[in-house]
């Protein structure tokens, strides 16, 4: 019996982190050139994906307007990079990339017309978050990679809902799925191995 729960825990776990991977390049500080070769850098969670996990590059005023301007390809499995090509027809902006599930920080992207000169685009919404275990202590954000969205804690029954500016639906994803059923099976695994 102790076996199957394993199993099965074990089972859900890789299920939630199978497009799961942490970008590390490009940064916000990233500036690449249409047309040019570019390095895309990852890590990933243990157990590591066993299926290649597909990188696209995306644009969009924020992250809830994002659209793919590209399919950059598909990363062996167990990669933590991959080379491509940007496409030469770019226009310049910000863009970022998106590896299976996960998305880097906003960079720039040298292409056809002007260069942007304001600031980059942030999945950090303009209120300030509350701590609710602790509410006098302050928060603040210290990535450069865009924060999980703000969970809004449900009042009589309701379902959590992001903030508005939060990040996409698929952080909102993980955040209300991925992240509570991976706490779930880490507890059955305690109950049963204790």
Known sequence: MRFSIVAVVATLLSVALANQAYPTAPVASTKWKAGTPVTIKWTLPSPAATTGLKIELLTGENPQSQRVV???GTGAPGATKFAATLPVDLKSG???????????????IQGEGA???????????????????????????SSSIAPLP???????????????GAGSAASFLKAS??????????????????
């Open 177 to 194: 799925v991925v992240a509570p059923v991976a706490a779930a099976a880490v507890a059955i695994v305690m109950a049963v191995a204790f």
């Open 70 to 72: 590209a399919t950059l």
């Open 115 to 141: 260069v942007p000169t304001g600031p980059l685009p942030t999945a950090v919404t303009t209120s300030t978050p509350v701590n609710t275990i602790n509410p006098t202590a302050s928060l603040t954000p």
């Open 94 to 108: 910000y863009y970022t990339v998106r590896i299976g599930d996960s998305y880097s920080s906003y960079f720039l």
């Open 150 to 164: 703000v969970i809004t804690p449900p009042s009589g029954g309701a379902k959590p809902t992001p903030s508005a």
